[in-house]
């Protein structure tokens, strides 16, 4: 039971250029969720998915595109890089939406955008 | 809308002494509190949560919080600090009368002197 993987732990991009950060989740969750940390500013919420085939904006979705491509995995695409999306990208999962169940959240993706 | 403050960013104690991590929130239904905990370099795993009944909730690593709602706080604290106990910490507030998609506090660094 691995839990919630992300791929790659790190990756450089140069301004423009696109990429896509990979989460897989074992758990059999319904409700998965990408995140990004910034230095003093907490985790934002970029997008978030309630269930298989549908997906939401959250606080900051701007420059960024999100596919639940199955039950287990949720990614986050970068369509053009810009430096202001260097940052650590968490993907979390959660049994369902609307309850108290616990995230669950994987290792993280370093992204630098020179 | 819901909203967490943390106060100080960084919190420093010596191995053994009492630690006291601050959260205030704000939310205008009953809220649900977490407490979560980042060791470097690693994704956010949870220490504790706070949802009804009662308000003085224990969590994992010896580390508990109480909902103070007079107050609107959920206060982190641990009786002796451990070298281990070094890490992010992260309060969060989701709302209990809408989905379950917590807000982050920006977060609090622990440091513990030997």
């Known amino acids: 039971n691995a839990g919630v993987t992300q791929t790659p732990k790190f990756q450089v991009l140069k301004t423009g250029q696109s990429m896509t950060l990979q989460c897989a989740q074992d758990?059999?969750?319904?409700?998965m969720y990408w995140y990004r940390q910034d230095p003093g500013m907490g985790l934002r919420l970029i997008y978030y998915?309630?269930?298989?085939?549908?997906?939401d904006k959250g606080e900051v979705p701007n420059g960024y595109n999100v596919s639940r491509l199955n039950k287990r995995e949720f990614s986050l695409r970068l369509e053009s890089a810009a430096p202001s999306q260097t940052s650590v990208y968490f993907c979390?999962?959660?049994?369902?939406?609307?309850?108290?169940?616990?995230?669950?959240f994987g290792p993280g993706t370093r992204l630098l955008v020179l | 809308a819901q909203s967490v403050t943390q106060l100080g960013s960084h919190v420093s104690v010596s191995e053994g002494a009492l630690v006291l991590l601050r959260c205030n929130y704000s939310s205008s239904v009953p809220p649900y509190l977490f407490w979560y905990v980042q060791y470097p370099n690693q994704g956010l795993q949870l220490l504790l949560k706070?949802?009804?009944?009662?308000?003085l909730v224990k969590g994992i690593n010896g580390f508990e919080a109480e909902f103070k709602k007079s107050e609107t706080s959920f206060h982190l604290t641990k009786p002796s600090a451990h070298m281990s106990d070094a890490a992010e910490y992260f309060c969060a507030v989701s709302d209990s009368g809408g989905s379950y998609i917590p807000t982050f506090g920006r977060g609090t660094s622990l440091i513990v002197h030997p």
């Open positions: 998915s309630a269930s298989e085939g549908t997906t």
């Open positions: 706070y949802t009804t009944g009662a308000t």
């Open positions: 979390a999962s959660s049994a369902a939406l609307n309850t108290v169940e616990t995230q669950y």
């Open positions: 758990m059999n969750h319904n409700s």
